[in-house]
């Protein structure tokens, strides 16, 4: 029996369909958290301050899945992140990440509180500081999950 030679050479040359539908994937979630992000920008502008915490929490989810399946060459995500998990995810050298996670754990209880005064009260500067701050997280993020800068999150708020 003899081995395709044509094979062998495209098998060193591109990457397997596993690799490619992982960074597609990965690609996808970092892209889909730019997405909620701009459509909170939008959201916040017409006072929907419960969806702007909503979008918030799933830019920030959708990073960390990207995250997660880069960090551990998996492609599937798992469906919810406990705190331990967030913070073996997010912690680096220079960076421990706890305030990251405090954060990240704030929006995900604010975002299942949707019925009570703390959100339907909240004002605009503070759903301000929210957005401000999930796009502070998301910017860096993205570079540990998108090499490429042209495809990086691209900040909203600009200092």
Known sequence: MTKNPSHLNQSR?????STEHLHNSIT???SLS???MKLARILQKHNQHQCC????DWALTSMLKALYMKENNS???PRFLSMTDLLHIIHTKTNPGLDVVVFIGTIQFLSSQLETPLLQNMKH????R???RTDDILCQLSPRVIIDLSEAYQPLFFI
């Open 34 to 36: 730019q997405y909620h």
């Open 13 to 17: 040359a591109q990457p397997s369909r």
């Open 75 to 77: 492609l599937f995500p």
């Open 125 to 128: 500067k503070d759903v301000s």
């Open 28 to 30: 996808d979630f970092h």
């Open 53 to 56: 915490i909503i979008l918030c």
């Open 130 to 132: 929210l957005l401000r």
